[in-house]
């Protein structure tokens, strides 16, 4: 399918006699025998004018759109069946697109797109007017493929691109007048440079007649995307290809839902085998330290003091692997969630004094900031939502381990009515490899760390209808806590 492009845009197709646009061959010279031959086996509807605009004939597809029979239109002026904003130059040889209304027997009007190629033999010059008419069902069609949510990219034999519609437009981040006859790697190396999955492109890249299909993280406009590409070739009716189209599809909710599910999923596992194991842990461990603390009175009474600190050391192991059980159990076990209105500030100040005292010892300043002169209710389980605050307020002070100030900002977020409480240290900030994974059960930066505390924190705001996200960088980070207003 070779082409050419005029300057409106439209593109003009060589030799495509089944159907389609004018071959520009039309331009050229050509027996006007012929051409009336062809005439009658192309599918669009044909018009042939002289220079004086009168029409030496029209074919069977023009006669069936305008309802009417050769000889009630043969020899008459195009103008009677015709209404173009400006009349046609018909003395112009190069393409020309038009856009038009042609009268139909009935009277009725069909808006139209209009190619006009001039060309002559040794017998006369003509005019050849193929028409385009925009049915209703073209102007659905077109709408609907540019309001789908899906990105569509229409592409030549050669890549190049003749079409692409809004969403694929945004998705790839850049202008449709910018990307119409570039070809992908063109496009590609221009909005994707520094693209992780760059390799994973170039095998896209070499476009075949079967289907292709990749999927890469794309960065456009401070945003990351997951978006799958899927190209399906476009063949005549001898299986010859003549293009292709790509379909482009955002799947970075999906990908997060399924991440949701995997973590769900082990967040199930844990519990199961909590669930199992960790009273049968726990009795044991029980026994255990109360033998030890007599042993460790004893040894105190006869002064054997340096085994009497071993004992010690053992009784602080043993505490640290039942907290570890107990929150094992906290993922277990159904919690007794109380829904009620709840003031976040009067939970706030129940556990400040504790949040206070914690700081302190790290050389850390706790701040409250309001955003509202009133703050509103939220939904939630109180005693639940201090846990929340406390874990998230220790991880900021122990992160400040040079000392620092700790913000607790309050506010609302309109668009998703939200309450927001923003928990922001002055620490070093989380780095973006270890910032996907520290909602994982079991993934800790911490020497004594057990990896439960956020995946536990996460778990209770779920069960309240909220969300909690975390944004870092080298000045600190900050955990928002989203909470359903009442």
């Excluded at 482009?248 to 999923?265: C, D, F, G, S």
């Excluded at 596992?269 to 042993?295: C, D, M, Y």
Aim: some cysteine.
């Amino acid at each position: 399918m070779d082409e050419n492009v005029n300057d409106t845009g439209k593109m003009a197709v060589v030799g495509n006699e089944g159907g389609g646009q004018v071959p520009i061959a039309f331009q050229l010279d050509m027996n006007f025998n012929r051409l009336r031959h062809w005439m009658k086996r192309f599918s669009r509807a044909v018009m042939i004018v002289d220079d004086h605009g009168v029409i030496l004939d029209v074919n069977n597809p023009f006669q069936r759109l305008v309802q009417l029979k050769n000889h009630e239109i043969k020899g008459k002026s195009y103008m009677q069946f015709l209404t173009i904003p400006e009349k046609l130059e018909l003395g112009r040889k190069n393409v020309q697109w038009l856009k038009g209304k042609l009268r139909c027997g009935d009277a009725n009007m069909i808006k139209t797109e209009i190619q006009m190629l001039a060309g002559n033999d040794e017998h006369r010059s003509y005019h050849v007017l193929t028409f385009y008419p925009v049915t209703p069902y073209e102007t659905i069609a077109a709408q609907l493929i540019s309001n789908i949510h899906l990105g569509i990219v229409l592409l030549d034999h050669c890549q190049k691109v003749i079409e692409i519609n809004q969403a694929a437009s945004e998705y790839l981040g850049i202008e449709r007048v910018s990307a119409l006859g570039r070809t992908l790697p063109e496009i590609f190396a221009e909005t994707g440079d520094g693209q992780p999955d760059a390799d994973r492109l170039c095998s896209f890249y070499s476009l075949q007649e079967e289907r292709r299909w990749v999927e890469v993280k794309w960065k456009g406009k401070g945003i990351t995307r997951n978006l799958s590409m899927t190209a399906h070739p476009v063949c005549d009716r001898d299986q010859e290809c003549k293009g292709y189209y790509l379909i482009i599809e955002n799947v970075t909710e999906v990908r997060a839902l399924e991440k949701q599910v995997r973590r769900n999923n082990r967040l199930a596992t844990i519990g199961q085998i909590a669930a199992g194991t960790a009273h049968e842990i726990r009795n044991p461990l029980t026994s255990i330290k109360g033998f030890l603390q007599v042993i460790g009175h004893k040894l105190r009474e006869n002064n054997q003091l340096k085994e009497h600190g071993y004992i010690e050391i053992m009784q602080r192991e043993i505490s640290r692997i039942s907290n570890l059980v107990g929150e094992f159990l906290l993922l277990s076990k159904p919690r007794d969630v109380h829904l009620r209105t709840v003031n976040v500030c009067q939970v706030l100040k129940e556990i400040l004094p504790l949040i206070k005292n914690e700081a302190l010892l790290h050389n850390v300043t706790v701040n409250i900031e309001r955003r509202l002169s009133s703050l509103p209710m939220v939904i939630a389980d109180g005693e639940l939502l201090k846990q929340v605050f406390l874990n998230l307020c220790k991880n900021a002070i122990e992160a400040m381990r040079d000392g620092g100030l700790l913000t607790i900002r309050l506010g609302l977020q309109e668009p998703e009515n939200k309450f927001v409480v923003d928990i922001v240290d002055a620490g070093p900030g989380i780095p973006s490899h270890v910032l996907e994974q520290i909602f994982d059960p079991f993934f800790t930066t911490k020497e004594n760390g057990t990896g439960l505390g956020l995946p536990i924190c996460k778990q209770i705001l779920n069960e309240f209808g909220g969300r909690i996200d975390v944004t870092s960088d080298e000045m600190g980070t900050t955990f928002h806590v989203h909470l359903p207003l009442v």
